[in-house]
């Protein structure tokens, strides 16, 4: 009987904590840009989501992660706005003292004018693919 009564309780905790996970609003998120053909040498992509605050990656010869506010890989779930921005190397070869010239059209750099949305879903992403030219915003 105690045996029993063991087993029930054991298999009783383990559905409790099981069921108390947090299920993340962020899942992996990565990606590709190209621009006019080509992958984008350097730049920042961000995900805008409807709520909360955005993911931000790095762009490396075109390809980018997703990382959250909080430092964890990925990008919230649902419709985002994309915006993503590419400049050149300040005069003088300091990029944290001023910015040099965007080398993509501005208007990607803004999430409403960029036209760029992505739907991150729960699971089954994959990589997303950002093809901007230099042709007028939207």
Do not use: W
Not at 23 to 43: I, N, Q, R, T
Not at 108 to 120: C, K, M, R, W
């Amino acid at each position: 009987m105690l045996n029993k009564l063991t087993n029930v309780l054991s298999t009783t905790l383990l559905l409790v904590l099981s069921g108390c996970q947090e299920k993340s609003d962020f899942v992996p998120v990565s990606g590709e840009v190209l621009y006019e053909g080509k992958p984008l040498a350097s730049g920042v992509i961000m995900f805008q989501p409807t709520a909360g605050p955005p993911s931000r990656g790095t762009i490396e010869n075109g390809q980018f992660a997703l990382e959250n506010s909080a430092g964890e890989l990925g990008g919230r779930i649902g419709l985002n706005k994309v915006r993503i921005a590419s400049r050149a190397a300040a005069p003088g070869g300091d990029a944290e003292m001023a910015l040099g010239k965007s080398l993509i059209p501005e208007h990607y750099g803004d999430f409403n004018a960029s036209g760029l949305t992505a739907e991150v879903k729960p699971e089954g992403n994959g990589p997303f693919r950002f093809e901007l030219t230099a042709e007028a915003s939207p």
